[in-house]
């Protein structure tokens, strides 16, 4: 038998509820008998010479064997089903796909964690795997979830704060939805209008709040002179509400601030919500803002090189303990987040999706980009989301007459079809296709949001 999962997915706790020790032959035990302890790297070459000489032994005598390694070597795995088959022995694989922020969690509260960019990888590589597997030729691919119980040791981790991570919210099909705030019409009193959205959309079924990261009110939104607040102060009001939103940017232009600023914000927030903070980010492709601001705006290509650059920094920012990482010449960033903070890569061209399947945790595009992303993603566990922003009315007369406020110098017709106007029923419709056709996320916007009676309005359509 051998076992498959990333670095904190449950296989030595499944293993050892089911066999005994001696039947178990484990890379990190191993590492504890030829060097420092179960997490001395620098051990591994001698680990896995005695691992294999163990596993050939005991094959050759027709004993039980459970491998516990990462099992995501191609090479190692098919040789030993090579030697169970010349054994005459019946070959399983145990899959363990125990949820990645789960196996993220359980790593950081090891003494010596396994670097995040290595359990990023080992992440990624063993959500693509189970097509592998199967056609191996193993006599029984065995999936389990490996996410009830701590993981080689691991202490679970409570989260420090009440209002933190809560069962994940998702529709009847599937979907989150995040309410995307980009107009901000609270008149005299901002903060009580803040809470009054972000209360409503937790009251809704919401999943999670994210507000634009822009310096000027986009012209697609409103007018240059209305209010555009900046976000993460914004998100800090937030964070102190006593709700179960997931709170981020949609997104932070890379242009903005240095990456390591940005992570510092969000380790923050997330510190002060119990695990609840994401991060947007993107290229940027408003030079208007940047003029406005003083801020330098290189062509596309530079503002996507540091893109690329800037997630691997965040994400060492992040990670425990203060090491030289990359460029920088130490990680000290306190608080650290309380859970592996996702990054939404925005954006659809054809370098945005190599990036997010290397980087990133999820890409969010448009409605009619999802097949390319889809496509671009196969195989990783990188999610897709949509930002959308629809016309939704009570019902028929009420959808009307709000593309007839709405629609400026645009014809009815054509603005109806541009924001698929329709009633909530209408909607529900539409968002399952884009389920069935691989979305994760809707970011919803509304164009008429004025205060939290249209968030009440759209509460259908999170259920």
């Not at 650059?309 to 303990?321: D, E, H, K, S, T």
């Not at 990482?325 to 370098?351: F, K, M, N, Q």
């Not at 019902?395 to 009633?423: F, M, N, P």
Request: charged content about 25%; hydrophobic content about 40%; glycine content about 10%.
């Amino acid at each position: 038998m051998v076992l498959v999962g990333p670095s904190g997915a449950g296989k030595s706790t499944w293993a050892s509820a089911r066999y005994r020790a001696d039947e178990v032959v484990s890379s990190d035990a191993l590492r504890g008998v030829v060097g420092s302890g179960p997490h001395d790297l620098d051990a591994s070459g001698d680990a896995f010479d005695l691992l294999e000489r163990i596993v050939a032994a005991r094959v050759g005598r027709g004993l039980t064997t459970v491998v516990d390694t990462l099992g995501l070597d191609d090479a190692r795995r098919t040789a030993w089903l090579g030697l169970a088959r010349a054994a005459g022995l019946p070959a399983v694989v145990v899959l363990l796909t125990t949820p990645p922020e789960l196996c993220r969690e359980r790593n950081r509260a090891r003494d010596r964690p396994v670097p995040a960019q290595v359990i990023a990888g080992q992440i990624r590589k063993a959500g693509a795997i189970g097509t592998a597997l199967d056609l191996e030729g193993w006599d029984e691919v065995h999936r389990v979830s490996g996410a009830g119980r701590a993981a080689e040791g691991a202490p679970e981790r409570t989260p420090s704060s009440t209002t933190g991570p809560q069962e994940e919210r998702r529709s009847a099909q599937g979907l989150r939805f995040v309410l995307q705030v980009s107009r901000f019409p609270w008149g005299e009193d901002p903060a009580t209008w803040l809470a009054g959205i972000a209360t409503a959309a937790d009251r809704a079924g919401f999943a999670g709040l994210a507000v634009m990261d822009h310096l000027i009110q986009i012209p697609q939104v409103g007018r240059a002179w209305e209010p555009i607040p900046e976000p993460w102060v914004t998100l800090g009001l937030l964070a102190g509400l006593d709700t179960g939103l997931d709170l981020g940017t949609l997104v932070t232009p890379i242009t903005f601030r240095p990456p390591g600023i940005t992570a510092k914000a969000a380790a923050t927030l997330d510190a002060l919500t119990g695990g609840r903070a994401f991060v947007g980010l993107g290229a940027g492709w408003w030079e208007r803002e940047h003029a406005a601001y003083g801020l330098p705006f290189p062509p596309p290509r530079e503002r996507l090189d540091e893109v690329e650059r800037a997630i691997p920094v965040m994400r060492a920012l992040w990670a425990p303990g203060t090491k030289a990482a990359g460029d920088l010449p130490e990680t000290t960033c306190y608080p650290r987040p309380e859970h592996d903070i996702p990054i939404v890569l925005g954006g659809s061209g054809a370098r945005t999706l190599r990036i997010a399947r290397r980087l990133a945790d999820a890409v969010n595009v448009r409605p009619d980009q999802v097949d390319r992303a889809v496509a671009a993603l196969a195989g990783t566990s990188v999610r897709v989301t949509v930002l959308d922003l629809p016309t939704i009315g009570r019902d028929r007369d009420d959808t009307w007459a709000r593309v007839e406020r709405l629609r400026g110098s645009t014809s009815a017709s054509t603005y109806a079809a541009r924001t698929h106007a329709g009633t909530p029923a209408e909607q529900r419709d539409r968002y399952g296709a884009l389920a069935d056709r691989g979305v994760d996320t809707v970011f919803l916007a509304l164009a008429d949001l004025e205060g939290p009676e249209d968030v009440d309005r759209v509460a259908s359509l999170t259920t």
